[in-house]
């Protein structure tokens, strides 16, 4: 049985706290996809290039949906801001405005 000092172990806060769950793996497969779109647009399918173009706007709006709900769950401006290399003010003034 081991015991671990409370006063040893970080401190998060119970509406931060959330499991991680592939995170990583589910991004690189997300580039990997978006990569080969580029790739089979290259080898001349002209028709998808539209559809490539329009997946930009779409990690927009997904990046958006992504702030507006850390920020639901408690995350400051600064603590955004930092994962995004961005200032406090950047991150807000860039989604603040968003309900």
Known sequence: ?????KSLTP???????RDVVENDEFAGF???VIRAHG?????????????LVTLSSVIDEAI???VIGLRQFGYSWAEIGS?????????QQRWGDRP
């Open 11 to 17: 401190r998060v806060p119970a509406q931060k706290r």
């Open 83 to 91: 994962r995004l290399g961005i200032s406090r003010q950047a991150a």
């Open 1 to 5: 049985m081991s015991t671990v000092k």
């Open 39 to 51: 790739r089979r647009v290259a080898t001349g399918d002209v028709e998808a290039l539209r559809d």
């Open 64 to 66: 958006t949906d992504a």
């Open 30 to 32: 997300a580039r990997r």
